[in-house]
């Protein structure tokens, strides 16, 4: 990749990051939304590890950290989804993916930095606000040194690579099912429950508990919130991370070409 | 279109938006019915993506017996109430979540100038029964809570069963519909609104006591969704009312349902007055 085509993908990040910076109104609604939901969720937590202190290795503070950590991360990792996925599954379904195909760009790098200007514009426009109300409001269990909250970058970074890899495989999938609502929704599903935006992943029971950990979802929101609260070692938490990183965005990159090769291109 | 329906009374106003709705809807639902599997896959899936919610409280409890001092019988027991009565007023209404994007787009002009009540037309728009999903999901849980937990039966008991399903459900009919008003004046702002009702029926789901007095008092007080289940169920459940609020409280939810409705209302109407056209 030359410094031509490096500029190229640059400008498409800060394009991404700039519709969504459109939208004020909807972020400003995003915003207490998720404040709201970090209210009802603190509280059910609170009685969670009041009657069980020390609930999966963690005391009542940094339950309350990992709540406002998730309401944080839930839109700029795309938790849920809403990325681009939605956007490409539509061009595959309509058939404008065939003008895409024509760019002299690649069509993954192409949609990972749209998805890295999204994903930074909702992290500052959309995680910042409920995180420091949390953080005010409750008691929370903050690192002091700069060098963990730099760890913890690292680690929403590898987050992020995730989160997309994941989601590239939901929009390709349209290439052979057409209606991709099936699809988004099991990925919504398994996102939220096993990224542990539904409860952190070390209060899961058992086998249960072993085996969501070990799932590509528990890089979104529990490997960052282990780094910052100082309860997983960096290292070997970015091996974890960027282990499924570049194994899904091969596996991307694999259906990518299989599915070019078969393009048919819906209507005139 | 104003005129005339002040023209057909009251009541027949009420009459004619319900056959609007009934037109619609009816419409929508054969529409749904011409792809069977896709009906059924997203009807499992919003059966599902619901389930969720209870599969957190059903995680909680396997580590702990109580939570806020309730067991997990009678969690499922508020659990079941406010997902049945939200998931019917969804059904109903939800389909109002569209309307900022209607406004936005313009599209809301063409609603404007059919000869039909344009809230009925609004609330039928995309009529998704596969919102069923969801109201099956708290049927079946309530059914849990209902084998699980020791009830002692009285004739009260069980009238404010059903009372209080369909109370909850106006209740939250009327928070979709405030919240659609509100659109009109803040169109993209619209995720404000999953706030109120996703957020709510989330709320309900917990018991009263573990939140701070501060929120049982808002939900009591300045947005009644305490009389959805809290309230009643304290009744049923034989539970110490939140806020050491009087017993009759528990039957005053059919009360507060209408009055939500009304105020609804009227906010939809001053909604719609200030709607001006995109004008493309």
Redesign the interface.
């Known amino acids: 990749m030359g410094v031509g085509s490096g500029r190229l993908y640059v400008a498409v990040a800060a394009g991404g990051f700039r519709r969504y910076a459109t939208?004020r109104?909807?972020t400003?609604?995003?915003v207490?939304?998720n404040t709201?939901?970090g209210?009802?969720l603190v509280?059910?937590y609170?009685?969670?590890w009041d009657?069980?202190p020390q609930?999966g290795g963690y005391d009542q503070a940094q339950a309350v950290t990992f709540v406002w950590l998730g309401q944080a991360l839930l839109a700029a990792l795309a938790i849920g989804g809403g990325g681009f996925e939605d956007e490409l599954m539509e061009r595959i379904r309509t058939g404008d993916i065939a003008v895409d195909l024509y760019r002299p760009a690649d069509l993954q790098l192409w949609w990972l930095a749209a998805d890295v200007g999204r994903a930074v514009f909702q992290l500052l426009g959309r995680g910042v606000v409920p995180f420091v109300f949390g953080s005010l409001v409750f008691p929370v269990a903050l690192p002091r040194e700069a060098s963990t909250w730099l760890a913890f970058l690292v680690a929403v970074v590898l987050a992020a690579s995730v989160s997309f890899a994941l989601r590239y495989l939901v929009a390709l999938s349209a290439f052979w099912l057409m209606?991709g609502?099936?699809v988004t929704?099991?990925a919504?599903?398994a996102g939220?429950?096993c990224s542990g935006m539904?409860?952190p992943l070390n209060?899961?029971?058992g086998a249960l508990g072993e085996v969501v950990r070990m799932l590509p979802w528990s890089s979104l929101l529990q490997a960052p919130a282990d780094v910052l609260l100082g309860e997983a070692d960096p290292l070997g938490t970015y091996l974890f991370q960027a282990g499924w990183a570049v194994a899904l965005l091969a596996v991307g990159r694999l259906m990518q070409s299989a599915a070019t090769r078969r393009v048919v291109v819906q209507g005139g | 279109m104003a005129e005339t329906a002040h023209a057909a009374g009251r009541g027949g106003r009420v009459t004619e938006g319900l056959r609007t709705y009934r037109l619609i809807a009816v419409m929508w639902i054969r529409s749904t019915m011409a792809y069977r599997t896709s009906f059924a896959l997203t009807t499992f899936g919003n059966f599902a993506a619901t389930a969720l919610d209870f599969a957190a409280i059903l995680l909680m409890f396997s580590r702990v017996d109580a939570l806020g001092g309730w067991t997990l019988a009678e969690v499922a027991f508020l659990y079941g109430v406010s997902a049945v009565c939200f998931g019917l007023a969804d059904l109903a209404v939800g389909s109002m979540e569209r309307l900022g994007r209607r406004v936005r787009d313009g599209t809301l002009d063409t609603l404007l100038v059919r000869p039909a009540p344009v809230l009925a037309q609004v609330a039928a728009d995309r009529f998704a029964l596969r919102r069923l999903g969801r109201v099956t999901q708290g049927v079946l849980v309530l059914g849990y809570a209902l084998t699980a937990v020791d009830i002692d039966w009285t004739a009260a008991k069980l009238l404010l069963m059903p009372v209080m399903l369909l109370s909850g459900a106006g209740i939250f009919c009327a928070v979709f519909v405030a919240a659609a008003a509100f659109q009109f004046v803040a169109q993209d702002a619209s995720e404000v609104s999953n706030a109120f009702t996703y957020g709510g029926t989330t709320m309900l789901q917990y018991p009263p006591t573990v939140f701070a007095l501060d929120l049982v008092r808002g939900v009591t007080f300045v947005m009644p969704l305490a009389f959805v289940n809290w309230l009643p169920a304290s009744y049923v459940l034989d539970r110490p009312y939140p806020l050491d609020l009087p017993g009759w409280v528990a039957f005053a939810s059919p009360l507060v349902a209408v009055a939500c409705c009304a105020m609804a209302g009227l906010a939809w109407r001053a909604g719609l007055r200030t709607y001006r056209s995109t004008g493309n």
């Open positions: 939208y109104a909807a400003a609604a995003g207490f939304t709201v939901f209210l009802i509280y059910t609170l009685a969670l009657e069980k609930l209606d609502t099936g929704q099991m919504w599903l939220f429950f539904l409860l209060v899961f029971p």
